[in-house]
């Protein structure tokens, strides 16, 4: 658990995120993230979510830029300090913006009213979060600001970037311990102070409008791309052994627990539209007890035109049934590579590198 104060944070890890340093990698962004909000969030804090008491209500607007922003910093300052490797914080990035081109839930639901999310839904299951969406001020949130610190660094030629702004947004008052709210106008002002440009407008398109299209502008200005592998990507790897699950979110639609049972299907999948509904568990595979290894070798022997339908045996409650997914595409995980020419380092490249000049990165032990 995680959670952040004006002068603290309080944190807790599994026991052994620090003695198994790469098996435990892909968890500690929690770190960073706590510990940015004491400028993101608690010093700026959104104007309605400031309140002279505990009487006065809240307002949660503007989390796209509480959390969203502590999101793009929690990552970018576990990268520069070491507290994660580059490749997993790339495989973190991939695995939010993939999951945003699979969501149909954007649509109809723009991101700030995600922010509203907390109120009603308080963090409890919904039946197809796909199609509802969640709390995504935060990834989502964290990907614009990722589009907003490519727009400074091509537009000013490299001379400016995300940092230059935190300066501005975050620098003020040294040594004071209150509060100082914003409104999204001072975010307009301070970008516009670094390099002009139609930011209220991209703002607006970003979050305020459902519809979008899956925010990949920042991963593609920063000189890479999204593409898919039948093999997750570092962080998703890691946290599917650590969770002893098995994600297909991106591909059948669905994420299975250690025995099989659904915890999760996308709507309009092809397990949704074969009736695999969370809860339900899959019992066997082509006529094999289950196991994440067969049901990857399964997916992958369908690929294809001459690929037969895979035969599920199921259970959902005390009922038995089986169901035949006709699936072509194979496995899908979503990854960053590389896409600039030459060595140079791109610009996400950059964001990702440590300050301090000479500065290593924690090596792996």
Do not use: C
């Given at each position: 658990?995680?959670?952040?104060h004006?002068?603290?944070?309080?944190?807790?890890?599994?026991p052994?995120?620090?003695?198994q340093?790469?098996?435990?990698?892909?968890?500690?962004?929690?770190?960073?993230?706590?510990?940015?909000?004491?400028?993101?969030?608690?010093?700026?804090?959104?104007?309605?979510?400031w309140?002279?008491?505990?009487?006065?209500?809240?307002?949660?607007?503007?989390?796209?830029?509480?959390?969203?922003?502590?999101?793009?910093?929690?990552?970018?300052?576990?990268?520069?300090?070491?507290?994660?490797?580059k490749?997993?914080?790339?495989?973190?990035?991939?695995a939010?913006?993939?999951g945003?081109?699979?969501?149909?839930?954007?649509?109809?639901?723009?991101?700030?009213?995600?922010?509203?999310?907390?109120?009603?839904?308080?963090?409890?299951?919904?039946?197809?979060?796909s199609?509802?969406?969640?709390?995504?001020?935060?990834?989502?949130?964290?990907?614009?600001?990722?589009?907003?610190?490519?727009?400074?660094?091509?537009g000013?030629?490299?001379?400016?970037?995300?940092?230059?702004?935190?300066?501005?947004?975050?620098?003020?008052?040294?040594?004071?311990?209150?509060?100082?709210?914003?409104?999204?106008?001072?975010?307009?002002?301070?970008l516009?102070?670094l390099?002009?440009?139609?930011?209220?407008?991209?703002?607006?398109?970003?979050?305020?409008?459902?519809?979008?299209?899956?925010?990949?502008?920042?991963?593609?200005?920063?000189?890479?791309?999204?593409?898919?592998?039948?093999?997750?990507?570092p962080?998703?790897?890691?946290?599917?052994?650590f969770?002893?699950?098995?994600?297909?979110?991106?591909?059948v639609?669905?994420?299975?627990?250690?025995?099989?049972?659904?915890?999760g299907?996308?709507?309009d999948?092809?397990?949704?539209?074969?009736?695999?509904?969370?809860?339900?568990?899959i019992?066997a595979?082509n006529?094999?007890?289950?196991?994440?290894d067969?049901?990857?070798?399964?997916?992958?022997?369908a690929k294809?035109e001459?690929?037969?339908?895979?035969?599920?045996l199921v259970?959902?409650?005390?009922?038995?049934e089986?169901?035949?997914?006709?699936?072509?595409?194979?496995?899908?995980y979503p990854?960053?590579e590389?896409v600039?020419?030459?060595?140079?380092?791109?610009?996400?490249?950059?964001?990702?590198t440590?300050?301090?000049?000479?500065?290593?990165?924690?090596k792996?032990?």
């Amino acid at each position: 658990m995680g959670l952040e104060h004006h002068r603290s944070s309080e944190n807790q890890l599994e026991p052994e995120a620090f003695t198994q340093w790469d098996k435990q990698e892909w968890d500690r962004n929690l770190l960073p993230h706590e510990y940015a909000h004491s400028w993101s969030g608690k010093f700026r804090r959104p104007a309605r979510l400031w309140t002279p008491d505990y009487r006065q209500p809240m307002q949660g607007d503007l989390l796209w830029t509480y959390e969203g922003q502590d999101q793009f910093w929690g990552a970018v300052l576990a990268a520069r300090s070491g507290m994660q490797g580059k490749d997993t914080v790339l495989g973190m990035l991939a695995a939010w913006a993939g999951g945003f081109t699979q969501q149909p839930g954007r649509d109809w639901r723009s991101v700030e009213d995600t922010g509203f999310d907390p109120v009603f839904a308080s963090r409890k299951p919904k039946p197809y979060s796909s199609l509802a969406r969640n709390e995504d001020y935060y990834t989502e949130g964290a990907l614009v600001w990722l589009e907003i610190d490519q727009i400074l660094r091509e537009g000013t030629g490299g001379k400016k970037s995300i940092d230059d702004f935190a300066k501005a947004f975050f620098g003020m008052n040294p040594g004071d311990y209150g509060q100082i709210p914003f409104e999204v106008d001072e975010i307009v002002t301070k970008l516009n102070a670094l390099y002009p440009y139609d930011w209220a407008k991209l703002i607006d398109t970003r979050i305020n409008q459902p519809g979008q299209p899956a925010p990949l502008n920042g991963i593609e200005k920063g000189g890479y791309k999204l593409v898919w592998k039948e093999e997750p990507n570092p962080y998703m790897k890691a946290a599917m052994d650590f969770g002893k699950g098995l994600s297909l979110a991106n591909s059948v639609g669905i994420s299975l627990d250690k025995e099989g049972k659904v915890t999760g299907t996308r709507w309009d999948s092809p397990a949704f539209n074969a009736g695999i509904v969370t809860g339900t568990q899959i019992m066997a595979i082509n006529g094999t007890a289950y196991s994440a290894d067969d049901m990857k070798k399964a997916i992958t022997a369908a690929k294809g035109e001459k690929g037969a339908p895979l035969e599920l045996l199921v259970k959902r409650g005390s009922r038995f049934e089986t169901i035949k997914l006709d699936y072509k595409d194979g496995l899908r995980y979503p990854w960053l590579e590389r896409v600039a020419p030459g060595k140079a380092p791109t610009g996400l490249d950059l964001l990702l590198t440590p300050k301090r000049p000479g500065a290593a990165v924690a090596k792996k032990k």
